[in-house]
Each structure stands twice: as C-alpha cells, then as structure tokens.
C-alpha cells in the first residue's frame, strides 16, 4: 500500500495497480481451487458429518499446526483487550 501525506497529520492509503493485481490473481485462484472441488474432486463430500470433519483422513502433523496456529494468533488479541482494559478508569 502506498500513502500520501496531506498536511502532516493525515495521511491516506490507498491501493496501487501492483497490490490490485495481487489480490485479483489470489481472489481468481481461490475460486478456481473452489471449482475445482465442487465439480471436478474424485471424492465428493455428501453428507455435513464428512464435510466437517474432513473425512478424517488429516494426520496429525497438519491438525497441529492449525491448533498450535490458532493458539499463538489469540495471544495479540488477548493482550489487546487487557491493555485496553487498563486504559479505562474505575
């Protein structure tokens, strides 16, 4: 994202052609990924129970490191809100 500064206090964002193009090809690939599974995948998910549960075929490598993922991106949020917590006078 590139800025530009007004009178030295506001400052305004905005995208260029290269941060467009990066989001248009990763919004196109993720709808043909999406494609892809919905119509072409050899193994059709037909009930909720295996959509949700992917079929169990995940190991426990990739299980992993989503939980260890998920953990380590709540502690930010954690300490924002008790930060922002402490900010507020009683």
């Known amino acids: 994202m590139n800025g530009t500064e007004g009178n030295g206090s506001h400052v305004t964002k905005f995208f260029s052609w ?8 990763m919004l196109c690939l993720s709808a043909l990924i999406g494609v892809y599974f919905a119509f072409f995948a050899k193994k059709k998910q037909n009930t909720t129970a295996e ?14 490191l989503s939980l ?23």
Do not use: N, Q
């Not at 290269?18 to 090809?25: A, H, N, R, S």
């Not at 260890?68 to 009683?90: G, H, K, Q």
């Open 18 to 25: 290269l941060d467009f193009l990066v989001f248009g090809i």
């Open 51 to 64: 959509y949700l549960m992917g079929g169990k075929t995940m190991g426990i490598f990739p299980i992993s």
């Open 68 to 90: 260890i993922a998920r953990y380590v991106e709540t502690i930010p949020s954690y300490s924002i809100l008790t930060y922002s917590m402490e900010e507020i006078p009683s």
